[in-house]
């Protein structure tokens, strides 16, 4: 079977047709076309919002326990189709198989915390200052949460989005990576069917709309549109944010990463070499959490280098839906250009270990391991490929000041035995990041803390923890039940 013929099957079992349009999509395990499918008109992406709107009116009002069962129903679909599912994203982005099952393992992950927030959702009382006075918080529903993905995870973030916005009580419209539709119509497929087992959800509740930037841009722009959840570059962020502050809506940025890690003498360099490895050359170096550049202390820093040297050249590159493969392909030539444009650079500043094409069809590199004296250049910008930089430091507080010293703040690790050290990278004077990791890589999150990075990666914070809050509304209640009328701050107003 071709990789279109068994995408096709794949949707098939999980309810869902390519269909006919101007969206190519392609595989980048071997280049080849998938099938095309229908993008949708700024006018429908309209369309969309509106019904969505309409079916927030009425799904605001179903108690929050009774929205939570929608979402465990979607658990379900997700569960008994995690291995096609997982597999339709090893065939559309690339990723290693075991990559694609994680993907969705994160979705069930989430869906499962979403059931149990369900019944969480709580606000806080407050002592008033007057008599037979209270005061409390509560939380609503915000209206249509607007979704916008990276190719990267083309399923997992709408899932992250997605579970905690329904049990908050909003609806649903989102608009995929223009490099990933096909997850996006099985995922739509799943919930659809999640939802008529359900039957009560009202029509509209979660809209998909297929297109690229035009799309988005609709979503970005109609004040319909109560929060923008948006995942991608610091360069969509940068056109995003400011339109949606615009219209004085809100957003919750998910942008782009330049993550590093800290080799400290005392660490257990087993631990990190593995660590290393895989926060830095997983998923092909596309991750927002990939690690990209490294800090290794003077006095471990040639025997540590020489074995991650020894990894780069050993790691097994090819087919990723084959077993044993740990890197898979690029997402297209643009990625190639990219990674060879940062390297071109690098070479004048540094040492070049890897990099090169591997000779197959779709795009396939060696990873490239760059030593570098100094942190200059393409170290500063994120590239969305396996490049990691490798410099030495001496002094933990300078490693620390290097860790923080570029524009984007999302993850961060120090590999150390030392609890001082440790203690000193996750004090409010180390890392600057959102995730900062001990003797754990910077990549492979855990759903049940707050993910997300400051900075230029857009402050949002999605996923576990008190994330849900950025998905409702706080409305402060202050409750007279006596028969005077105290005002506040002693105010004497006598008529
Ligand atoms: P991208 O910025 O090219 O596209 C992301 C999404 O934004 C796509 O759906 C795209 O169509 C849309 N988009 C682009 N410009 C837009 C605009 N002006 N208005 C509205 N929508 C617009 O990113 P990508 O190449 O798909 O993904 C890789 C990037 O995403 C990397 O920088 C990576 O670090 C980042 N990322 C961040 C996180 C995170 O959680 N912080 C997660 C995954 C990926």
Redesign the pocket.
Known sequence: MTLGEQAATLLGRMGARMGHGDLACTSPIDGSTLGTVAQASPAEVNDAIAAAHRAFLAWRSVPAPHRGELVRLLCEELRAHKDDLGRLVSIEVGKVLSEGLGEVQEMIDICDFAVGLSRQLHGLTIVSERSEHRMMEQWHPLGVVGI??????PVA?WAWNAALALVCGNALVW?????APLCALAVQALFERAAARFGEAPDGLSKLVV???E???A??DNPRVALVS????????R??GP?VAARFGRSLL????NNAAIVAPSADLDLALRGVAFAAMGTAG????TLRRLFVHDWVYDPFVARLKAAYTSVTIGDPLEPGTLLGPL?DEGAFAAMQRALDEARNLGIVHGGKRVARAGVYVRPALVEMSEQVGPVLD?T?APVLYVMRYTDLGSAIALNNAVAQG?SSAIFTTDLREAEQFVAATGSDCGIANVNIGTSGAEIGGA???EKE??G?R?SGSDSWRAYMRRATNTINYGRSLPLAQGVSFEL
Request: glycine share 20%; proline share 2%; aromatic share 8%.
């Open positions: 916008i993905t990276a190719f990267n995870f973030v608009k995929p990576s223009e490099k297109g690229a930037r799309a988005g841009k979503l970005v948006a995942t991608g570059s610091v360069a969509m962020g056109a995003v339109r998910e942008l782009g990463g596309q991750r927002c959490t997402i994120e969305f999302l993910f997300g990075g990666t857009g949002g999605e």
